[in-house]
């Protein structure tokens, strides 16, 4: 389908920027005229005009002056919890399965084991590996184990 709606020229100023620094800066797009919602943004388009409106729904600064309030390490390790509990809870919500990148690192790790606490089903995982193993390092064994461990599906490609 052929739109109408946007002209496809593309930016010369966005160009130049990719092959300078191998991408677009915010928000700006290869295309003349088109621009990217900036993060912590929705848009709300008008089907009858397609005119359309702009909202900021986080602010970055905003949340962290509310984390700067918090004044001893304990208080922090339970905001910093019920924040990350969240934050899964939140990201699991899908009219379809979801899944998580799995490496050897705790973040990642720690993903998996929440959203596994969440479910009453298997996670599927999926970890990047490398046929020649020499002198790269494969995280793919420690994945494994760990999948295993937090009784999750791992995927391997």
Known sequence: MNSE???????VESISEYFKFGSVKQPNTILEGVYQLM?????TVKFDD???????????????KKLSKI????EAIIRV???????????????VEVGAFLSAGVDSTSVVALMRSYSNKQVNTF??????K??????TDIASKTAKNLDAIIIIL
């Open 50 to 64: 397609l005119g359309y409106d702009v909202t900021r729904y986080y602010d970055y600064v905003e949340e962290s």
């Open 127 to 132: 970890s990047v590996g490398f046929k020649n």
């Open 39 to 43: 993060p912590g943004h929705t848009m």
């Open 71 to 74: 004044t001893n390490y304990n």
């Open 134 to 139: 020499v002198n790269i390092t494969d995280e």
């Open 81 to 95: 919890r019920e924040e990350f509990e969240h934050a899964i809870r939140y990201h699991m919500v899908a009219d």
């Open 5 to 11: 709606l946007i002209c496809k020229k593309l930016s």
